[in-house]
């Protein structure tokens, strides 16, 4: 559609309410909608507009929230993962490793985003907006309007809001469960409980915040979705065999229930006045049943310079200082100062980095990456130009004949450079090589066995996928229209951002990797208002000097991340 600005004046704005659902999929809110268990959904989608939604690769909380956030790729936003995946950065050197696998270094927060932030353009011109519980947010930032921060706010953390003083005037509140209430060894009955509760209280403070005034843009996320599925997936998705845990498929269900009886009450409230988007950062799907072991993979593609001798050797202590590091450093701390065992730890990374051509990385359950050692890292040796690109295509050859020995089923089934998935300043901080596993294969980083594909009992049911959700409700919206992935070309994130600036009369940055979902608008209102553009600001690719408070904080949150096992 060809775009033009209107005359000055002509400005159309209408209201948003968006309403996140974390983790949500179509897979199982179908068959709940079937089951009469989510009518406020279901009235909804039927009429407006509905589709699949696209997450980002990985399709993590992290990367997934800062698209919808800055209308951008990772290449340009910089987030890929909770924390920084370049094995080579100053904050992962400085972390124990294996040789053969990379580190995460730095957690990320909202000073980690080099980008405009949709709040920071509505704010800008004049729009009232509350945000609550959005990942991403914390450390609050100054906003027309108020702000709850999401996850990765630590635990305990009293600036929390925006402005400071809403966190004393708000009624009892919870961001989320803490990690011990979400693992398994708490009982069904307690953890179903407690999520019913937190989300309860989530509810209240959304509500009373709405009614305070008419808000431009109010943004709410429930994360409950999310932890529910992670641990009871296979109850919701229709296609797993859920007849052992029948005892408390009620109880997971009313859980949706409440979260409908939710968005019921902020759809009444919002009126006609407001437009609707109900969206998801990502998909769920079962959990695989076997796991690829890194170790063996690395073994395979011969990433060392070396396959014996005392490279090996070295290789070997460091795996197993790796595997015990606390272990002995407590036990010898007594005897030797600490300083002195880091040193000799640095040392043998040190001896062998320059044996390593490459590392292999976790990006997700499922998805991997690989690191190649170029000479612009500390102690890399592969020169760039064709010495790096003949490497890469060597191992991305082999990435691509990886099979199940017992089967002979390819593992991998999609593996692309990394510019062919991101663009942007900051696609040099994504692995030189990304692949995606088959859905019956999750990545195993911990295993030392010889074999390549090993079965651990998962607890998990559940993890993510890419296809999340949108519907979209309201007066501008075409009513009753559905897309699905093989009918037109898939949406991501990126376009809910464009369309939501669009809608509040916001003239869209040119740089927005987004577009707007035209398809989904009233085809009367596109011609009465055309898409308006301006010239997009041009951020330093430099993000804040002091991503945390301090150290104390940041590991905090990296022990918290360690417990919902986005570390290990």
């Given at each position: 559609?060809?775009?033009?600005?209107?005359?000055?004046?002509?400005?159309?704005?209408?209201?948003?309410?968006?309403?996140?659902?974390?983790?949500?999929?179509?897979?199982?809110?179908?068959?709940?909608?079937?089951?009469?268990?989510?009518?406020?959904?279901?009235?909804?989608?039927?009429?407006?507009?509905?589709?699949?939604?696209?997450?980002?690769?990985?399709?993590?909380?992290?990367?997934?929230?800062?698209?919808?956030?800055?209308?951008?790729?990772?290449?340009?936003?910089?987030?890929?993962?909770?924390?920084?995946?370049?094995?080579?950065?100053?904050?992962?050197?400085?972390?124990?490793?294996?040789?053969?696998?990379?580190?995460?270094?730095?957690?990320?927060?909202?000073?980690?985003?080099?980008?405009?932030?949709?709040?920071?353009?509505?704010?800008?011109?004049?729009?009232?907006?509350?945000?609550?519980?959005?990942?991403?947010?914390?450390?609050?930032?100054?906003?027309?309007?108020?702000?709850?921060?999401?996850?990765?706010?630590?635990?305990?953390?009293?600036?929390?809001?925006?402005?400071?003083?809403?966190?004393?005037?708000?009624?009892?509140?919870?961001?989320?469960?803490?990690?011990?209430?979400?693992?398994?060894?708490?009982?069904?009955?307690?953890?179903?409980?407690?999520?019913?509760?937190?989300?309860?209280?989530?509810?209240?403070?959304?509500?009373?915040?709405?009614?305070?005034?008419?808000?431009?843009?109010?943004?709410?996320?429930?994360?409950?979705?999310?932890?529910?599925?992670?641990?009871?997936?296979?109850?919701?998705?229709?296609?797993?065999?859920?007849?052992?845990?029948?005892?408390?498929?009620?109880?997971?269900?009313?859980?949706?229930?409440?979260?409908?009886?939710?968005?019921?009450?902020?759809?009444?409230?919002?009126?006609?006045?407001?437009?609707?988007?109900?969206?998801?950062?990502?998909?769920?799907?079962?959990?695989?049943?076997?796991?690829?072991?890194?170790?063996?993979?690395?073994?395979?593609?011969?990433?060392?310079?070396?396959?014996?001798?005392?490279?090996?050797?070295?290789?070997?202590?460091?795996?197993?200082?790796?595997?015990?590091?606390?272990?002995?450093?407590?036990?010898?701390?007594?005897?030797?100062?600490?300083?002195?065992?880091?040193?000799?730890?640095?040392?043998?990374?040190?001896?062998?980095?320059?044996?390593?051509?490459?590392?292999?990385?976790?990006?997700?359950?499922?998805?991997?990456?690989?690191?190649?050692?170029?000479?612009?890292?500390?102690?890399?040796?592969?020169?760039?130009?064709?010495?790096?690109?003949?490497?890469?295509?060597?191992?991305?050859?082999?990435?691509?004949?990886?099979?199940?020995?017992?089967?002979?089923?390819?593992?991998?089934?999609?593996?692309?450079?990394?510019?062919?998935?991101?663009?942007?300043?900051?696609?040099?901080?994504?692995?030189?090589?990304?692949?995606?596993?088959?859905?019956?294969?999750?990545?195993?980083?911990?295993?030392?066995?010889?074999?390549?594909?090993?079965?651990?009992?998962?607890?998990?049911?559940?993890?993510?996928?890419?296809?999340?959700?949108?519907?979209?409700?309201?007066?501008?919206?075409?009513?009753?229209?559905?897309?699905?992935?093989a009918s037109s070309t898939a949406l991501g994130l990126e376009d809910v951002t464009a369309t939501m600036l669009y809608l509040a009369g916001i003239p869209l940055p040119d740089d927005l990797d987004g577009r707007v979902i035209e398809?989904?608008?009233?085809?009367?209102?596109?011609?009465?208002?055309?898409?308006?553009?301006?010239?997009?600001?041009?951020?330093?690719?430099?993000?804040?000097?002091?991503?945390?408070?301090?150290?104390?904080?940041?590991?905090?949150?990296?022990?918290?991340?360690?417990?919902?096992?986005?570390?290990?």
């Amino acid at each position: 559609m060809e775009t033009r600005s209107l005359p000055d004046g002509e400005v159309m704005r209408r209201k948003l309410l968006i309403i996140g659902w974390d983790g949500a999929s179509f897979i199982a809110l179908d068959g709940l909608i079937e089951r009469g268990c989510l009518p406020t959904l279901a009235r909804l989608r039927a009429g407006g507009f509905s589709a699949p939604l696209n997450s980002t690769l990985p399709p993590v909380s992290a990367p997934a929230w800062t698209s919808f956030i800055t209308g951008k790729n990772p290449g340009k936003h910089g987030i890929f993962q909770f924390y920084e995946v370049n094995p080579w950065s100053p904050k992962a050197l400085g972390r124990g490793q294996r040789t053969h696998l990379a580190v995460p270094g730095v957690v990320v927060n909202s000073r980690s985003i080099g980008e405009a932030k949709f709040w920071e353009l509505m704010s800008a011109a004049g729009l009232r907006l509350a945000l609550i519980n959005l990942p991403m947010t914390y450390p609050p930032t100054p906003i027309n309007g108020l702000m709850i921060t999401g996850m990765l706010t630590p635990p305990g953390a009293r600036r929390f809001t925006y402005p400071p003083e809403l966190a004393d005037a708000l009624p009892p509140y919870e961001i989320d469960l803490n990690p011990r209430e979400k693992d398994f060894s708490s009982p069904d009955a307690e953890f179903l409980r407690r999520i019913r509760e937190v989300l309860a209280k989530r509810t209240r403070v959304a509500l009373e915040l709405f009614r305070r005034e008419r808000w431009d843009c109010f943004v709410v996320i429930f994360t409950e979705t999310d932890r529910l599925q992670h641990r009871y997936w296979h109850i919701v998705d229709p296609r797993c065999d859920a007849s052992e845990s029948a005892h408390i498929e009620a109880d997971v269900v009313d859980v949706y229930r409440q979260l409908d009886r939710a968005l019921a009450e902020l759809v009444r409230l919002a009126g006609d006045e407001y437009d609707i988007f109900v969206l998801s950062d990502h998909g769920f799907g079962p959990a695989a049943v076997k796991r690829l072991n890194f170790s063996a993979l690395a073994e395979r593609l011969q990433l060392f310079v070396s396959a014996g001798g005392w490279e090996r050797n070295v290789r070997r202590a460091l795996n197993r200082i790796s595997a015990s590091k606390r272990r002995i450093y407590k036990y010898l701390s007594p005897l030797v100062p600490e300083r002195f065992l880091q040193r000799a730890e640095a040392g043998l990374k040190d001896l062998v980095r320059r044996g390593v051509k490459a590392k292999l990385i976790k990006l997700h359950d499922y998805i991997g990456g690989v690191w190649i050692n170029t000479a612009d890292h500390p102690g890399g040796f592969i020169e760039p130009g064709p010495p790096y690109e003949a490497l890469r295509t060597q191992l991305m050859a082999q990435l691509d004949e990886v099979r199940d020995p017992a089967t002979g089923k390819p593992i991998i089934i999609d593996v692309r450079r990394r510019e062919d998935v991101y663009h942007g300043p900051y696609t040099t901080a994504a692995p030189d090589i990304i692949f995606v596993l088959d859905d019956e294969y999750g990545i195993e980083t911990e295993g030392r066995s010889p074999e390549l594909v090993l079965r651990i009992p998962q607890k998990n049911q559940g993890t993510h996928r890419r296809e999340g959700i949108l519907v979209m409700s309201g007066r501008t919206i075409q009513p009753n229209a559905q897309m699905t992935q093989a009918s037109s070309t898939a949406l991501g994130l990126e376009d809910v951002t464009a369309t939501m600036l669009y809608l509040a009369g916001i003239p869209l940055p040119d740089d927005l990797d987004g577009r707007v979902i035209e398809e989904a608008l009233d085809e009367d209102f596109l011609g009465r208002h055309p898409i308006r553009r301006r010239p997009g600001r041009r951020p330093s690719p430099d993000v804040a000097s002091a991503v945390w408070e301090s150290a104390e904080e940041e590991a905090e949150i990296r022990a918290r991340l360690r417990e919902l096992g986005y570390l290990e």
